[in-house]
């Protein structure tokens, strides 16, 4: 039986799965609630935004804070790019 994980997650099942997968757990439920959603397609979402390489270091410190990303302030632009696709 799937556990119910609040509001904060859409769709608990997928969650889950990324959780028994190894994935963090803001990566499982950003996934999750991306896929719950009907008005969001994620993969062309994505594809409005350049490549994090193209952002710049406060641009990338600026999304690491909004997710909740430890330890953003002592890290380079190469780790925060790698933090921010982790999901760490």
Do not use: F
Request: overall charge negative; glycine content about 6%; proline content about 1%.
């Amino acid at each position: 039986m799937t556990k119910d994980h609040g509001p904060s997650v859409k769709d608990d099942e997928t969650y889950e799965a990324l959780r028994e997968d190894g994935a963090s757990k803001s990566k499982a439920a950003r996934i999750a609630n991306a896929q719950a959603s009907d008005d969001e397609d994620s993969s062309a979402k994505g594809a409005a935004h350049k490549a994090y390489e193209e952002w710049t270091k406060d641009a990338l410190y600026d999304r690491a804070q909004e997710i909740g990303i430890e330890g953003r302030s002592n890290m380079t632009k190469s780790e925060l790019i790698k933090a921010l696709r982790d999901g760490q």
